[in-house]
């Protein structure tokens, strides 16, 4: 298995600007989870599927923030319209169930100029 | 407000040593994670625990419930071992993270 994939790997934009990233969970995970990275605030959870129905989105920092699961075996999350102080890493991870193990994609660098 | 503290932040230690990073949280837990951030960013899940104790290879990780409290260990270090580890419990629908512990292991 290729693991998580996410895409792009790096993205570049600027402010106002929208943003969509990618991410393909591993074959028969029924979990998908979304988290920005930061220096200043570290790893945090944004939101989370389950059977691709969102769970938790508690972890949005505000209403520019969407994401979706059309189907199992893709997600996306939207920032519309993007700020500089989006700029983090995104991960994405997936896992069998809610409370499993996670496994990471290798993440999304996101610069809003 | 962190509801999970990791103690130290920073380590170093010399190959070979026995290393003891900490994690305490607040509330009661479905589930303690131990994640380890490589240099290069990427993330790897370490263990899933909720309660005793798990070994996998010379990691060893262990949880106190009654005391909300959780060790990884790190047994033989070697300079790969070198990473971020971060902490992170798991309570209903909520994830809270540490901030991580940065160790470096010195040759």
């Known amino acids: 298995d290729a693991g998580v994939i996410q895409s792009p790997r790096h993205e570049v934009t600027e402010m106002g600007q929208e943003v969509t990233l990618r991410c393909k969970p591993i074959?028969?995970?029924?979990?998908l989870f979304w988290y920005r990275q930061t220096m200043m605030r570290g790893l945090e959870l944004l939101i989370y599927?389950?059977?691709?129905?969102?769970?938790?989105d508690s972890g949005m920092p505000e209403d520019r923030f969407s994401a979706k699961m059309p189907n199992a075996s893709f997600s996306t999350l939207k920032i519309q319209p993007s700020e500089p102080r989006d700029s983090a890493v995104y991960f994405c991870a997936s896992s069998p169930d809610v409370r499993g193990t996670q496994f990471f994609g290798p993440g999304t660098r996101l610069t809003v100029l | 407000k962190n509801e999970v503290e990791q103690s130290p932040q920073n380590l170093t230690a010399q190959e070979g040593e026995f290393i003891t990073i900490n994690c305490s949280y607040s509330?009661?837990?479905?589930?303690l994670h131990w994640l380890q951030q490589h240099p290069g960013g990427g993330i790897v899940s370490l263990f899933m625990l909720s309660s005793g104790k798990k070994k996998h290879g010379r990691l060893i990780a262990t949880i106190n419930i009654q005391e909300k409290h959780s060790s990884l260990h790190i047994t033989a270090s070697h300079p790969r071992d070198s990473a971020v580890y971060i902490c992170?419990?798991?309570?209903?629908?909520?994830?809270?993270f540490g901030t991580g512990t940065s160790l470096t292991v010195i040759p």
């Open positions: 509330v009661g837990i479905s589930a």
């Open positions: 599927f389950n059977n691709n129905v969102p769970i938790d």
């Open positions: 992170a419990r798991n309570t209903g629908n909520q994830f809270y």
């Open positions: 074959s028969g995970h029924n979990s």
